[in-house]
């Protein structure tokens, strides 16, 4: 959505924050949902703001981790 868009580009090709495609090739499904619902754990000092709770509750942080995962 919008809320990543800002940063990752409207075709998640990259921005302020890095290209999500190839993800998949990175991190596995629950890598991905860990750094979406807390990624200053997985990387301490990264830019990426923290958007679990909210606005993204658990499901969408699922729904949104298994998008990029589609990501080429």
Known sequence: G???ASCH???AEGGVGPSLKG???RLDLD???RWIEN???VKPGTSMPTLYPTP???QA?????AYVH???
């Open 9 to 11: 580009g409207a075709q």
């Open 31 to 33: 890598a991905t949902v």
């Open 2 to 4: 919008k809320v990543c």
């Open 39 to 41: 990624p200053s754990a």
């Open 23 to 25: 993800l998949a090739a």
């Open 70 to 72: 589609t990501l080429k």
């Open 56 to 58: 993204l509750d658990a």
């Open 61 to 65: 942080v699922r729904n949104v981790a």
